[in-house]
């Protein structure tokens, strides 16, 4: 995120460019996957959620259906 001048909110909402770990972990436990008529959905996904995809590389974004 520093290096690409880039900011995520943290746990009391205040921009940061380091989020722990554990903060990006309990930030995705919020979103939820669903199967209807065989077509996977993401729930909860948000512009913030997409932003740290984009750094953790294909794996990540293939995983929460952004490929």
């Known amino acids: 995120l520093s290096a690409a001048h880039q ?8 921009p940061t460019q380091t989020p722990t770990l ?7 436990m919020a ?7 065989g077509q996977g959905q993401v729930l909860n ?3 913030n959620h997409r932003k ?11 995983y929460y259906l952004l490929c």
Not at 7 to 14: D, E, I, R, T, W
Not at 22 to 28: E, G, I, L, N, T
């Open 7 to 14: 900011y995520v909110p943290n746990q009391l909402g205040k």
């Open 22 to 28: 554990r903060w990006v972990f309990q930030a995705f």
């Open 31 to 37: 979103i939820h996957l669903i199967t209807i008529h």
């Open 45 to 47: 996904r948000d512009e």
């Open 52 to 62: 740290i995809l984009r750094f953790l590389g294909s794996a990540a974004q293939e």
